[in-house]
């Protein structure tokens, strides 16, 4: 059965100061790993898919990266703007359906 | 208009009532979802569909039924709401043919079952 960790739970920072997020998985043929944005009341919007280790992707203040059994959500001088949970989700070669963590819930202080 | 429309977007009911929730899509893909979220516990998947007449069961379908009335259309079905069916429902939709295909979310309907 797919796994999915995400830590911390909550993290809250002031801005401009950086940090990175969590997400830890087990899963028999990793066909993607998946970082989403959901803002409160709102659906998760798609942020990024890593496919491989050692791959690395960017978007504005967000870098994602990939291990054999992490992945990092880098926030560099995060922004006000930036708070929102953040999901990460895996997908196997077997089912192709998408197993969710919990989420961290990120909170970007003025 | 948003790309996979969820209604309605509030509802209460009472306990025993018979309830759909619908979603449609306008992205074209051949493959629906739909989740629920709990607080703590994250997206869980209760019925996916890879096309008209492929329904599958996920993680949590019991008490939930579906139907998939055409390649944009597929709807929920609670045949008698209990209140643990309260929770935030969301609808997908997903490419097929990617290699990685991401899924894409409606607004979200929130269920209370009283």
């Known amino acids: 059965e797919d796994q999915v960790t995400q830590s911390p739970e909550a993290l809250r920072l002031q801005e401009g100061e950086s940090s990175s997020l969590n997400c830890s998985y087990t899963?028999?043929?990793?066909?993607?790993l998946f970082w989403y944005r959901q803002d409160p009341g709102k659906g998760p919007e798609f942020l990024f898919t890593l496919y491989s280790a050692g791959e690395e992707k960017e978007k504005e203040r967000l870098k994602a990266t990939l291990t054999k059994k992490e992945s990092f959500l880098h926030i560099t001088a995060p922004k006000p703007e930036d708070s929102a949970t953040y999901l990460c989700?895996?997908?196997?070669?077997?089912?192709?359906?998408?197993?969710f963590g919990t989420g961290t819930r990120l909170t970007i202080i003025p | 208009d948003a790309d996979v429309t969820q209604t309605p977007r509030n509802r209460i009911t009472k306990t025993g009532k018979r309830i759909m929730l619908e979603c449609s899509q306008t992205k074209g893909h051949d493959r629906m979802y739909w989740y629920r979220q709990d607080p703590g516990l994250g997206l869980r998947l209760i019925y996916y569909?890879?096309?008209?007449?492929?329904?599958n069961k996920g993680e949590i379908s019991d008490g939930y039924s579906v139907s998939r009335q055409a390649q944009a259309k597929f709807s929920l079905s609670l045949e008698s709401a209990i209140p643990n069916q309260t929770a935030l429902y969301f609808c997908?939709?997903?490419?097929?043919?990617?290699?990685?295909?991401?899924?894409?979310f409606g607004q979200g309907t929130r269920l209370t079952v009283v």
């Open positions: 989700a895996v997908s196997n070669f077997g089912n192709e359906k998408l197993t």
């Open positions: 899963v028999s043929g990793l066909r993607g």
């Open positions: 569909s890879f096309d008209v007449k492929d329904i």
């Open positions: 997908a939709t997903s490419d097929g043919t990617d290699l990685w295909p991401e899924a894409f």
